[in-house]
């Protein structure tokens, strides 16, 4: 690995850690998370909204004045974008998270920070939805009556086709 590169993470690491970054224009596009909101446990990707002008930079996250159980994104060229996909721990809490982007700019200076909100929902529940005959059902009691009624209604249908064979109806 190159010196330089090796030069240019570290100084990332540092203005995405550390703030150290030049402030970002106020022409600046959001960052752009999809999709939003993720549950726990979930993966979405991040993307700078065009505005880094490399091909490399890293997504950090935090709510209010402290860090977050979310990881860092390494991002990367991914449709014509600098992006990168990352997962919601199962652990993380619900509500909003700052992300804040910094981008490499191919000669060793920081792009960004570039901001945007990603929103953690609640988890997911568990169990089968609740939504009487007409929904999905786990439990066995409702699939047996299921297929003993379809049964019933197929054996009904033979013995009407061949008492009307035997009998020279048509």
């Not at 909101?37 to 990707?45: D, K, R």
């Not at 490399?56 to 990881?71: N, R, V």
């Not at 909100?117 to 988890?123: K, N, Q, Y």
Request: hydrophobic share 40%; net charge positive; glycine share 18%.
């Amino acid at each position: 690995m190159r010196t330089s590169s090796i030069l240019t993470g570290g100084a990332l690491v540092l203005a995405a850690g550390f703030g150290l970054a030049a402030p970002a224009s106020a022409a600046a596009n959001p960052v752009v998370i999809q999709p939003n909101p993720v549950a726990p446990g979930g993966q979405f990707s991040v993307f700078d909204g065009g505005n880094c002008k490399g091909k490399e930079g890293l997504a950090t996250f935090k709510t209010g004045a402290t860090g977050s159980d979310i990881p860092t994104v390494k991002l990367a060229t991914l449709k014509n974008e600098v992006g990168g996909v990352g997962t919601v721990p199962a652990s993380t809490k619900p509500g909003a998270y700052e992300v804040s982007v910094v981008c490499d700019d191919g000669k060793g200076n920081v792009e960004g920070p570039f901001t945007g909100t990603l929103t953690v929902s609640a988890a997911h529940p568990k169990g089968a939805v609740k939504t009487g005959l007409g929904g999905t059902q786990s439990t066995g009691t409702n699939l047996a009556a299921g297929i003993g009624a379809l049964g019933a209604a197929a054996v009904g249908g033979v013995w009407v086709m061949r008492r009307r064979g035997a009998s020279g109806q048509a």
